[in-house]
């Protein structure tokens, strides 16, 4: 790609995609983790980086960075906010070289502040290095507090600096090894992009649990979170990275290791529910047509009578479409959306009830008016958004509300790279669907069963994490590790009072 064609696209890019168009309450929503992207061989990396993370910016809009190699001198450029707030022309422009890596953020480990911001950049031993991940890795505190009893010092509180840590304490020959006897280590779930002066190093966990692709432009090479971020830059598709597969990319070329022991793979079931583009292909399959198959399925588990399918938008979109095609009811935009509202939008106290939903949202009164309505969401958090909009329905004259959900009652927090609230605070994980259909106040409810989300994927069931509904987490979950500790600790404590 041209450079005047690279600038082109920068300066003419629409509003990302945003999977919500409601403001709900801060906890009332499955926020989504990070995204990443990296870029080798390539004069113009930064700009491309930039707009792979523009394509990413659903997966986080608390911050974002990018850190680019020119002729081994790592410059970066890092901020709050969301990408095109972050890069400023001038800023973007300071960042040089021909390969480099980019993270937006969610912080679901680590406060959210600058010093949290990925990649993190350091000097070491052998030069410099970045790095930035998607996920969370679930022994990250006890290998924290491992690493500062022998004198570390962290400058944030991001599990992704744990590993750099480790990764500089090697002493493995290449900049490969290092990384990979680090992760040897590293519990959990990462999809990884890191790099050197002359190398850029992906990975993702063994157990796979988030996407990473890898594209190719031209003579240079691409990873990224997702394949909509290959798009936006002209991109071929080569391959989704496998789980537990280390890439490296060099002047030599790519090269591919599996260093870790075999393991089936237990891929986030939500990637496909909310948390990646509908445009994106992952674990094999087109993201859009696994929600359409999720309404299809939900069509089936529980029918009733209606005049018309709506989605609760954007996300719910083609489960939606697909309930109306099982079904045989119209599917309508019974929602209005207003596009102009800045992202400056300030969420308005509490005593001005539903006021935050109506300015983005305002129900077609034409479309909904005495009709049975099946309005289908792709998730239920603590379901104080969705009554919210089901009262607005109502208010706009609505007869009946069948609410369907497009994926089983979530029951539990994750703990591999997901925000989700305590499980507290989880409205399946206190109430029983009657008490949930009451709750929100539809004439109906249906979740999608475990059973019927799996074959909708025509993925090996076996193969996906389904801890935040089933409680079945695939590895200890950070309290384990925490109670662990604690029983070495007081064991190490009693043999020294012994001793003495
Ligand atoms: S617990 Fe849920 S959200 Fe987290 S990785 Fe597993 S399926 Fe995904």
Known sequence: MKPEEIEHRINHLPPPYQHRLVPGEADDAIYDECGVFGVYGHPEAAKLIYLGLYALQHRGQEGGGIVCSDEGVLTAHRGMGHVADVFKPHKLARVRGTHGIGHVRYSTCGSSN?????????????????MAHNG????????????????AIFQSTTDSEVVI???????GPNFTSCIVESLHRVIGAYSMVAINGDELVAARDPLGFRPLWLGRLDDCYIVSSETCALDIIDAEWVREVEPGEVITISQDGIQSQKP????????????????????????????????????????????????????????SNPAALGYALESGIPFEMGFIR????GRTFI?????????????KLNPARSAVEGKRIVLVDDSIVRGTTARKIIKMLLRA???????????????????????????????????????????????????????????????????FCLACFNNDYPTPTPNQ???????????????????N
């Open 114 to 130: 600058l010093r949290n911001v990925q990649p993190l950049v350091v000097d070491y031993k052998r030069g410099s290095m970045a």
């Open 136 to 151: 969370n890795i679930v022994n990250a505190e006890s290998l924290r507090e491992e690493l500062e009893e022998s004198g």
């Open 165 to 171: 840590h480790q990764v500089s304490r090697s002493n």
């Open 260 to 315: 870790f022991l075999p393991t089936i793979p237990k891929q986030c079931i939500f990637e496909f529910i909310y948390v990646s583009r509908p445009d994106s292909y992952i674990f094999g399959k087109s993201v859009d047509e696994v929600r359409k198959a999720f309404g299809r399925k939900l069509a089936k588990v529980d029918p009733v009578e209606a005049d018309i399918v709506m989605a609760v938008p954007d996300s």
């Open 338 to 341: 207003n596009h102009y509202v």
């Open 347 to 359: 969420e308005p106290d509490q005593g001005i009830r539903d006021f935050g939903v109506k300015i």
């Open 397 to 463: 004259g609505a007869k009946e509300i069948h609410f369907r959900v497009a994926s089983p009652e979530v029951i539990n927090s994750c703990h591999y790279g997901i925000d989700t609230p305590n499980r507290g605070k989880l409205i399946a994980h206190n109430m029983s669907v009657k008490e949930i259909a009451a709750f929100l106040e539809v004439d109906s409810l249906a979740f999608l069963p475990i059973p019927d989300m799996l074959e909708a994927t025509g993925l090996e069931p076996d193969h």
């Open 481 to 499: 590790f925490e109670l662990h500790n604690q029983t070495h600790r007081h064991i190490d404590h009693s043999t020294e009072v012994l001793g």
